[in-house]
């Protein structure tokens, strides 16, 4: 940690004033990721020591720069400056917690945990970016699904890498989760809901649907599990639709 002190410390809040100024000057937003994104790879790059090209560093640095990256992207269809400082606020907090382990001997336990919970957020940030796109650009839905299927490929293959599953097991489901969220995008993507709802909705089916496969390829799953994510996932969606806002 002492060692690091600096990166940890300043790193976070250095993002955020780039982030702020992006604010001031919209011309300057991709340039001000394109910056947050490399330092935090040099970041992080300093904290592991480890080959640049290999498979464990570029995983370990797909999670923040991904977080950093759909955060940016759900800003652009946000209403209120409220609203983006608290995104920033987010984005300060997980590079702070990002930086801080990364600082020490990185745990499988906080790795699953930051590749878990941050992989949720970062594609609940996208999928709504992408659904909300469409009502400030006419963005065709080829290039929407792209965006998903992108997006949900690299997740899901950084969650198998974190939670350490062998890639003999993984196989059909790099494919077939990705295919059905896919599929459950396009029936979202014509729905008169709001695009945070939308957002929501896939990215909680995403939790569940990953909730389940972990444990299944570890040969730990059981009918409590089972019940949990299925009837919990289709739980919180039911609640969503009856209390959100039609238009």
Known sequence: MKNHFFLVFLIPPAILAISEASLFWPKFFFISLIISIILI???????TREKIFSANFLWLFFIPAFFLTSS?????VLPGKIFIQLIFFA????IFYFLKNLSGKISSVFLENVSYWGNFLSLLFWFSFLFGIKTFISL?????????????LLVVCETFWANKIARSETFIFIFLIPLILIQLSWVLYFLPLNHNVLGIILAISYYAIIGITKPLLRSG???KMINFYLIGGLAS??????TAKWI
Request: glycine fraction near 2%.
């Open 41 to 47: 790879f040099l970041s992080a790059r300093a904290m």
């Open 72 to 76: 940016a992207a759900y800003v652009l």
């Open 91 to 94: 984005q300060l907090l997980f």
């Open 140 to 152: 065709s839905v080829v290039y929407s699904t792209l965006g998903f299927l992108l997006a949900i």
């Open 221 to 223: 799953l059981s009918k």
């Open 237 to 242: 969606i039911i609640m969503l639709l009856a």
